[in-house]
């Protein structure tokens, strides 16, 4: 009887259908396409219908049921080359998949469209608000954490330290969601939160330099965490008095700035300079500009800001057969910042021929993720430091005894 009403309504408001209980759930199948450009809208409007309950009809008198709770809406579409049993059980684990994962809400607010349930099942899709709402929980609960790309010396591939983002996998009401880096900031800054999100990250990666030292003391490890350069310039005092809290370890991180044409500080080199080289003299923090172009502003920064560190953006030429860069501007570049005194950082290298013509080129250190490593875990991260110091003491007792030997 209930069944009979819902199908009453969706015949007024969708069409022609089928409707197929599924586990507590009940399925529509529609069986004719509906009309071009109005097909949302006649799914909303039956939303809102059955939003406001249904009515029940006896012999002898009607009844009208109201909702504990807000029924809520899954629709599957893009349902070509697929078929019915499929459907089903797709639309059954996107309704499941509704109250926790990837999906774009329209309204009515408990209606969700799903063009592609692979992707919504394993929450690549995310609305903005559900991102938001993840971030504040987050940041109130200090529970975003950090994930580390390693840098290597391009002459001997040797551990030098990491590049630090947010983890993409955030905890949330009991369950863990997927929300990459740029989500993140995305989120923080339509909330207002960028200020907080930047010094969170710069303090989880002060914090974890402090904690490798105490693990494996006298490590020189450094951790890369990029900033807003605009941020920082606001922030001048409270980054100075976080620096401060963490002397004994500010120096080996690395805030790579985040500059582009529509930054104020683009105007404002002059004084970006003089901030981070106080920061710099007082703390020992070092500096980087990141997503190093051709453009004429990061070419301004490189000869007007002293930055200790420049991270090349990462396009390379497909260089899978080829031994040898054809375009000599990349090595001119490289040569041009090492005039400035900057040590050069190639990333997102996707093959050894291009990682052998990067070095041909003289980069000073490469970000290994794409060749070798996926994002690194705390723990994995603190393997591949504890490996790099049993590299470092087996070179120094092997010295050692080489000079004693030699008299």
């Known amino acids: 009887m209930i069944q009979g009403a819902i199908g009453e309504l969706v015949d007024l408001h969708i069409g022609d259908h089928t409707l197929i209980p599924i586990k507590g759930k009940l399925g529509i199948q529609v069986h004719s396409d509906l009309p071009k450009g109005h097909g949302r809208t006649c799914i909303a409007n039956f939303a809102m219908a059955l939003d406001q309950g249904i009515t029940l009809k006896f012999s002898t008198a009607h009844t009208q049921l109201q909702w504990v709770s807000r029924p809520r809406i899954g629709v599957l579409e893009s349902c070509k080359n697929v078929d019915l049993a499929q459907r089903i059980a797709q639309a059954a ?12 809400l329209r309204a009515p ?3 969700a469209y799903f063009n592609d349930v692979s992707s919504v099942v394993k929450g690549d899709r995310m609305s903005n608000w559900r991102k938001e709402r993840v971030l504040r929980v987050a940041l109130q609960d200090q529970e975003l954490e950090l994930e580390f790309i390693p840098a290597k010396d391009a002459i001997t591939d040797s551990l030098t330290g990491f590049r630090a ?21 995305q989120a923080s800054d339509r909330l207002g939160l960028a200020k907080e999100c930047s010094f969170l990250a710069l303090k989880s990666a002060l914090n974890q330099c402090r904690v490798w030292q105490l693990l494996v003391p006298g490590n020189d490890t450094s951790i890369t965490i990029s900033l807003d350069a605009d941020i920082l310039m606001q922030t001048q005092s409270s980054i100075l008095a976080m620096l401060r809290t963490y002397k004994e370890v500010a120096n080996q991180v690395i805030i790579a700035l985040n500059v582009n044409s529509n930054s104020v500080v683009a105007n404002q080199l002059r004084s970006l300079n003089e901030m981070i080289t106080d920061l710099n003299e007082s703390t020992g923090v070092r500096f980087a500009i990141t997503e190093f172009g051709m453009s ?17 953006a990462g396009q390379w030429p497909d260089t899978s057969t080829s031994h040898t860069f054809n375009d000599p501007i990349l090595p001119s ?24 013509n990067l070095k041909s080129a003289r980069i000073d250190r490469y970000e ?16 591949l430091i504890e490996q790099q110091q049993v590299a470092i003491s087996s070179t120094i007792i092997n010295a050692q005894f080489r000079f004693r030997h030699a008299n």
């Open 93 to 104: 684990e996107a309704l499941d998949s509704m109250s926790n994962m990837g999906h774009r």
């Open 109 to 111: 607010m408990n209606v």
């Open 165 to 185: 983002s947010f983890a993409s996998i955030v905890k949330y009401d009991g369950a863990e969601v997927r929300l990459k880096h740029a989500d993140i900031m």
């Open 296 to 312: 004429h502003l990061n070419l301004q920064m490189a000869q007007e800001v002293d930055v200790q560190v420049i991270y090349l």
């Open 333 to 356: 570049l490289i040569e041009l910042l090492h005039s400035f005194r900057t040590e050069v950082v190639a990333t997102n290298i996707g093959t050894e021929a291009q990682l052998k």
């Open 368 to 383: 290994s993720s794409t060749l070798r490593h996926s994002a690194l875990c705390e723990d994995e991260a603190l393997h």
